[in-house]
């Protein structure tokens, strides 16, 4: 992992200007058990991981406002015998002077040292309900606080949900961020050239998928971001195939949706591709209104348009496809009224990518979409899913498509910051080359 903790501590000051006189509270991700006495492998809480750099579990942040304001880390002691098991722990004299907190206190110790931190603030801050152990326990401190009220001991009155201040944060991308997710989207642009080499009918779709594992790994980057996506034939009607043992069979295309996770960002990229390395005519014909979908997704993108804007756009181009396909008839404006597209396009064009896949972020503020600003980074992916009970022509039947990239809104637009080839002239020619 990275540890350039700079911005982790720019990242504190600023919420505990937001928190004012509040105190917080962030919990690090519990393990999770796989089975018996074996557990997954361990991955850190988006937030908590935002505001420390810290990786381990077993471990609590305090940030404490006022005119005196504090950090205070909560962690797991140094211990020999479970260091000869389970690997290096930092220890709280460690965790302070590495990752700059201003005081740091074993875990074993948060529990009892609770009341007291919360008494005398006027408003607490936590992921109300995120866990129901956490909120169990900070229930019990307040109660404990409560019952000291003769003594003037004082709980906190309001309960604030301090994700909402870090998403907002969240949501605009800094330098620091905006470098690894330009590095994690090489490398996942790289699998995916990998993987179009590499195909050829008869394999089966978990091939495509060890090639995708094996060039995040060795470039050092920490696994996949979520569970991939390779998705042969009628397969890739299927949105969130994860099976990935199919044959691939000649002559039809192979969608994969795949992207790696480096220092805890992702990336997030889709191509779809013939097989064979060479796309049939219907299948061109499909591809070229996603294609087109997405360039007219990008020229939407820019500050102050709305989120919707580059999905409204992309639905348009699609409409018209479809008619042009035979696929759909009538009036272009009368047939996205009704939404008479969702039988082939059933979701939106695009999310926020960050720490999450699917990143932290409003989309909307009661009936009005978020107002894309720069710094913010998200998907744009259209699709086109035929079928064959969704009344397409036969040619067409079995056939699905997105392609899928990673941009960020710059001042006066978008830049596309993934890079593996998506026209159908460059696809052919890597296949015919690999």
Request: hydrophobic fraction near 40%.
């Amino acid at each position: 992992m990275n540890l350039n903790l700079e911005p982790c501590h720019r990242r504190r000051q600023r919420l505990l200007e937001d928190i004012g006189e509040g105190i917080a509270l962030l919990f690090a991700a519990p393990e999770r058990p796989r089975n018996r006495d074996i557990l997954y492998p361990y991955r850190f809480d988006s937030d908590f991981w935002y505001l420390t750099g810290f990786p381990e579990p077993e471990a609590v942040l305090v940030l404490i406002g006022g005119n005196a304001p504090r950090t205070l880390l909560f962690c797991r002691d140094k211990d020999e015998e479970r260091e000869i098991w389970e690997g290096f722990r930092y220890g709280p004299t460690a965790a302070r002077e590495i990752f700059g907190f201003d005081e740091t206190r074993p875990f074993t110790e948060f529990a009892d040292a609770l009341p007291d931190l919360l008494a005398g603030h006027e408003t607490l801050w936590y992921a109300v309900g995120q866990d129901a152990g956490q909120d169990r326990q900070i229930i019990d401190a307040l109660n404990r606080v409560r019952a000291q009220s003769r003594a003037g001991r004082r709980a906190p009155a309001v309960l604030r949900d301090i994700r909402e201040p870090l998403q907002r944060m969240r949501l605009i991308k800094d330098a620091f961020e905006i470098d690894i997710m330009r590095r994690a989207a090489d490398i996942s642009s790289d699998a995916h050239l990998r993987a179009m080499r590499a195909c050829c009918p008869g394999h089966r779709e978990y091939v495509l998928e060890a090639e995708l594992s094996h060039e995040f790994r060795i470039r050092g980057a920490g696994g996949h971001a979520y569970p991939p996506i390779v998705a042969g034939g009628a397969n890739a009607c299927v949105l969130h195939y994860t099976d990935n043992n199919a044959p691939l069979a000649d002559g039809t295309l192979v969608l994969i949706d795949a992207g790696c996770e480096l220092d805890g960002y992702a990336a997030d990229i889709t191509r779809t591709f013939p097989v064979n390395g060479r796309f049939t005519g219907a299948q061109r014909a499909a591809y070229e209104i996603v294609l087109a979908m997405q360039t007219a997704a990008f020229e939407a993108i820019r500050p102050g348009a709305s989120f919707s804007a580059y999905h409204d756009a992309a639905v348009r181009v699609l409409v018209r496809g479809l008619v042009d396909l035979g696929v759909l008839s009538g009036d272009i404006d009368g047939l996205i009224e009704r939404e008479a597209y969702k039988p082939f396009y059933m979701h939106r064009t695009g999310h926020w990518l960050g720490l999450d896949v699917h990143d932290v972020g409003d989309y909307k503020t009661g009936e009005d979409w978020t107002r894309l600003r720069p710094g913010m980074a998200l998907t744009v992916e259209p699709g086109l899913y035929l079928r064959a009970d969704a009344g397409a022509p036969e040619p067409l039947q079995g056939i699905g498509i997105r392609i899928e990239d990673d941009v960020f809104v710059t001042d006066t637009g978008c830049e596309v910051y993934t890079r593996a080839p998506r026209a159908i002239a460059d696809i052919e020619a890597l296949m015919r080359h690999g």
